[in-house]
């Protein structure tokens, strides 16, 4: 019954979604905030089992002295609460200010120890020419591209005087290739994106004619 239950909600809810094909109706409206609701009710439940009860609730209610360090992210997140009331919401600025700082330094630095890094560290090939011409080729094309990329985003202006004027030259004449690369990746995510989409529409609409209409098996 379970089952047969759950079949049905989710066919119903799949038809919510795709009535949006036609105008943008109530129907899909439900379903929208059905899916916010729980996904935000989801990670309340995560963040208060996982996090505030294991990690800040009982280690203060069993041993407060000994965890008093626990009473700063307390405080900090009651804090919070107070931008619920206009006339306070000020004393919330610290603890929202802090949430924005440390988000912005896990964000940058996530993207220097995932991405810039890692990149440039692949960028690090060999042209010798014992080895196969088409892994030459791919290694060319990857240090052309990882530079071009780079120089792409060069605010950098030099004197317009001699062996300057020719860097700057050479380097704007990199920079378009770069911008190529750029495009061509850019191109490639928005087509895999796509075709996940279009995976995903394969799926929904499998399950509504296999798992609840019964016409294909």
């Known amino acids: ?40 009710g989801y990670a309340a439940t995560v963040a208060i089992r996982s996090v ?27 804090l919070l609460f107070a931008k619920l009331h206009p006339a306070s919401s000020s004393l919330g600025n610290p603890s929202v200010a802090l949430l924005f700082g440390v988000g912005g330094a896990l964000a940058i630095g996530g993207a220097l120890s995932g991405v810039l890094v890692p990149q440039l560290q692949a960028a690090v090939v060999s042209f010798a020419p014992a080895q196969e011409w088409n892994v ?13 990329a780079l120089l792409s985003f060069r605010f950098i ?46 799926s929904r609409v499998y399950f509504l004619l296999h798992d609840w209409l019964n016409v294909v098996r």
């Open 52 to 78: 505030l009860i294991p990690l800040l609730a009982a280690p203060l209610l069993t041993n407060p002295a000994g965890n008093w360090s626990l009473f700063v992210p307390l405080l900090l997140g009651l």
């Open 136 to 148: 030459i080729v791919d290694n060319f094309l990857l240090v052309i591209g990882t530079l071009g």
């Open 157 to 202: 202006v030099l004197p317009k005087q001699g062996f300057a004027r020719g860097l700057d030259v050479i380097a704007q004449a990199w920079s378009v290739v770069g911008r190529w690369f750029i495009l061509i990746a850019f191109g490639a995510i928005f087509a895999d994106t796509a075709v996940s989409r279009v995976s995903i529409l394969i």
């Open 1 to 40: 019954m379970s089952d047969l239950i759950g079949v049905w909600v989710g066919a119903i809810l799949t038809l919510l979604v795709f009535s949006y094909l036609l105008r943008d109706s109530p129907l899909f409206r439900i379903a929208q905030a059905i899916l916010v609701g729980v996904t935000i």
